[in-house]
């Protein structure tokens, strides 16, 4: 089992930055590739980055290209997301999670699941 805890949201200007954290623990290695989904509100869950075990395949959806970034320390079993140029339509709840199966970039590719954590970004 893995366990995935998010870290990191909150409420930030258009335009302003927050890092996200997602900190795993249980049975952990490099080999699981990690992803980062958001779900806003009366919305379905939508992919928004993926990073391989050893960090070298990293897609992102279109609509965060150039404004999100993922990597990812598998030291401190850590995975991150820095989200610059924030906009009102990134707020949602983000989620980490963790599958052994590759980077995808759709919900039912992943096996484990953190709680999320929430992001607003006023206007």
């Known amino acids: 089992q893995v366990q995935l805890v998010e870290s990191g949201g909150g409420l930030v200007q258009a335009g302003g930055s927050l890092r996200l954290s997602c900190a795993a623990s249980?049975?952990?290695?490099?080999?699981?590739?990690m992803a980062w989904f958001r779900q806003a509100p009366g919305k379905g869950r939508e992919f928004v980055a993926a990073i391989s075990g050893n960090g070298g395949t990293t897609p992102y959806a279109d609509s965060v290209k150039a404004r999100f970034t993922i990597s990812r320390d598998n030291a401190k079993n850590t995975v991150y997301l820095q989200m610059n140029s924030l906009k009102p339509e990134d707020t949602a709840v983000y989620y980490c999670?963790?599958?052994?199966?590759?980077?995808?970039?759709?919900?039912?590719?992943?096996?484990?699941w953190g709680q999320g954590t929430q992001v607003t970004v006023s206007s």
């Open positions: 999670a963790a599958t052994l199966w590759g980077t995808r970039n759709y919900d039912k590719g992943y096996d484990y």
């Open positions: 249980g049975r952990t290695n490099s080999a699981y590739a």
